[in-house]
Nanobody, 122 residues
Framework: QVQLVESGGGLVQAGESLRLSCAGSRLIVSINAMGWYRQAPGKQRELVAGITSDGSTNYADSVKGRFSISRGNAKNTVYLQMNSLKPEDTGVYYC????????????????WGQGTQVTVSS
């Protein structure tokens, strides 16, 4: 059973930064495209940032220029650096392996983890 464990969320004020981490097996994280999804209250889960196996990235328009996705050197962790946070970034953030980083819908290869809550106050 594949496990992806998210961490790093918290309560911050608008304009501040957070870095989320997603830990999984090196095999899973290094060979698959990986993505960070956000589920805001009352909304569908959507892809906000994705990275392909060769390092290409794709971002939702709402986070472009503020969020950055990357893999760790050990290739078993995926990070989401979130800068200039806004209240609308509030939600539960999940990582998973999308079939393509160009689909914003949550079509993924593995079961979802518990996610990590991000709350941005104004």
């Amino acid at each position: 059973q594949v496990q992806l464990v998210e961490s790093g969320g918290g309560l911050v004020q608008a304009g501040e930064s957070l870095r989320l981490s997603c830990a999984g097996s090196r095999l899973i994280v290094s060979i698959n495209a990986m993505g960070w999804y956000r589920q805001a209250p009352g909304k569908q889960r959507e892809l906000v940032a994705g990275i392909t196996s060769d390092g290409s990235t794709n971002y939702a328009d709402s986070v472009k220029g503020r969020f950055s996705i990357s893999r760790g050197n050990a290739k078993n962790t995926v990070y989401l650096q979130m800068n200039s946070l806004k209240p609308e970034d509030t939600g539960v953030y999940y990582c998973n392996a999308p079939y393509t980083v160009y689909d914003s819908r949550p079509n993924v290869r593995y079961d979802w983890g518990q996610g990590t809550q991000v709350t941005v106050s104004s």
